[in-house]
């Protein structure tokens, strides 16, 4: 009987190992379900999950939920038509619980919070923005010009892990602002993450540094005159035995130009005569007051007097003032004026560098049969440059410089790398540890049978097989009976149980041998029903 207890607890312990290792091979694989959310909005999430029947548990911080990952789409959209999570971001909903008689100063502050929800909705969907809070600062209006002041707007913003914008989402929330608030420009919008630095730069907004498109501008001229030198050099030396790099200097101002100019038409210029105008006049003269100082002094003069006989003709009498003559000449001249009005576009080129390496020729010695590798002649030399100076748009007048250099690479005659061997390629790892995984639950498994299962079944198979092997009592001579038919048909009867109960033996045998696991389970139900 102790034999037994001994027996039954030990295939129940190793049934049990075998049952964890089980489930521990078989545990569902949790994945995030929400995070970083409110309190009101986690009891909402784990009330509707325990209504659903779906398992889950939080991180060690408590910040998320974890659902099994098969599950994690099905339970989202289940819970986003219930509207969870709410985010605590209020929109222009806010309006529809209007009450009847709110204050003005009221209803501009639902309508200030409305539209800062709907601003901080938009920019959580931007995939890297966990979540964001948008603060206005609107003036009151005022009728008087010097009074009036532009809007603000602050945006912090709460990024997802590991993730970071770059200068032109950042722009983009920027303009997104912007552009939802009347007379708010961009100039006046802030945009902070959750470590307070400061994401949108202001001197870039203002011109004092480049931006981001015009960074992208350069580099992608770049690499496309780098392009074209290579794909037109690439046929006559080969895909891998040409380098080129360029540098581009672009000019991003804007000027327009507006110049007037005079050309000079004096002597010996010709001259063109526009108006000329010439007037002469003469006058009665006028005499001077003269005389003592007094009332005959200042009585008009006289009437005049005939002339003196034998005066010559017009010679005026002794004491008569002769009469003044004026003259005035006036001559325009045509000037000659030119009016220039030029608009330089911006992202111009102003420079061009340009440096191209050549790989050396390789060729095949007949003799040897070994790659030979020699330089390239000078007429090959210069016909790559000036195939080179196609391609990029050389201008000397602009200042551009070419360089072509014909030197040996390094590594490129070298065979390639090996392929690591399967053991040692990283993407076989997971494949491994699976492998891993289930060869240990396999050697658990054999250990308890062979080392504590098997030692503690073997004595009571070996009584199994010494009382299935003991030859039956001889049975007594039977008295001679009138009814000898019954007593063989008796007989026969108790043949065929005796073959068919051999049969059952051999089976019993034969399936202890070949899946002793039942065994051990019939084992196990014999002692439970004892």
């Known amino acids: 009987m102790g034999k037994r207890v001994v027996a039954g607890a030990a295939a129940a312990v190793a049934v049990a190992i075998v049952a964890a290792l089980w489930l521990w091979s078989s545990a569902p694989d949790y994945k995030v379900l929400f995070s970083n959310f409110s309190d009101r909005d986690g009891g909402a999430i784990t009330a509707s999950l325990d209504q659903m029947g779906v398992k889950y548990k939080f991180s060690e911080g408590g910040t998320a939920i974890l659902i099994p990952a098969e599950q994690v789409p099905s339970v989202r959209l289940k819970l986003a038509a219930q509207g969870l999570p709410r985010a605590g971001n209020v929109g222009f909903e806010l309006l529809e619980n209007q009450k009847l008689g709110t204050s003005q100063f009221v209803e501009q502050v639902n309508y200030q919070r409305s539209l800062e929800g709907e ?27 010097r009074d009036q002041q532009k809007p603000t707007a602050s945006v912090l913003l709460n990024l997802q892990p590991g993730r970071a914008l770059d200068q032109a989402q950042v722009s983009a929330i920027v303009h997104l602002v912007a552009s939802s608030v009347p007379e708010l420009t961009p100039s006046n919008v802030t945009v902070v993450d959750q470590n307070g630095t400061l994401l949108s730069d202001t001197s870039a907004r203002n011109g004092r540094q480049l931006d981001p498109n015009q960074l992208k501008y350069v580099e992608a001229l770049q690499q496309n005159i780098v392009k074209q030198v290579e794909s037109i050099i690439a046929p006559i030396v080969g895909q891998n035995n040409v380098r080129a790099e360029a540098t581009a200097e672009v000019d991003f101002a804007q000027v327009d130009t507006a110049a007037e100019m005079y ?6 210029e010709p001259q063109a005569i526009r108006s000329q105008q010439t007037s002469e006049s003469t ?29 010559p003709a017009g010679q005026q009498a002794a004491g008569t003032p002769s009469a003044p003559t004026s003259k005035n000449a006036t001559t325009n001249y045509e000037v000659d004026k030119t009016v220039r009005f030029e608009q330089k576009p911006m992202g111009g080129i102003k420079r061009l560098t340009v440096g191209v390496v050549v790989n050396y020729r390789r060729s095949i010695d007949p003799k040897t049969g070994k790659v030979v590798v020699k330089p390239l002649g000078a007429a090959e030399i210069a016909q790559i440059n000036e195939l080179v100076k196609q391609a990029m748009g050389f201008n000397q007048a602009r200042g551009d410089s070419l360089n072509v250099a014909n030197a040996p690479f ?40 062979y080392r504590i299962l098997r030692p503690l079944l073997k004595p009571v ?19 001679p009976d009138p009814d000898a038919e019954l007593h063989a048909a008796h007989e026969a009867e108790q043949e065929k149980q005796v073959i068919i109960y051999k049969s059952n033996l051999e089976m019993a045998k034969s399936l202890a041998q070949n899946d002793p696991r039942i065994v051990a389970n019939v084992i196990k139900e014999w002692l439970g029903a004892e």
């Not at 009437?303 to 005066?311: I, L, M």
């Open 410 to 449: 390094e590594g490129v005659d070298k065979p390639a790398d090996a392929q690591p061997e399967w053991w040692k390629d990283p993407n076989n790892l997971p494949l491994a540890k699976d492998i891993a995984k289930y060869l240990f639950i396999a050697m658990v498994i054999a250990f308890l049978w």
């Open 263 to 268: 050309k000079p038409n004096s002597p010996p």
């Open 119 to 145: 601003l901080a909705n938009s920019i959580q969907a931007v995939s890297a923005v966990s979540s964001a809070r948008v603060h206005l600062a609107l003036p009151k209006p005022s009728v008087f010009v």
């Open 283 to 311: 006058g009665p003269g006028s005499q001077n007051p003269s005389g003592i100082p007094g009332a005959l002094s200042n009585q008009p003069p006289g009437a005049a007097t005939a002339p003196v006989d034998g005066a």
């Open 461 to 479: 198979m070996k009584q199994f097989d010494k009382a299935v092997e003991m030859p039956p009592e001889p049975e007594p001579e039977p008295e």
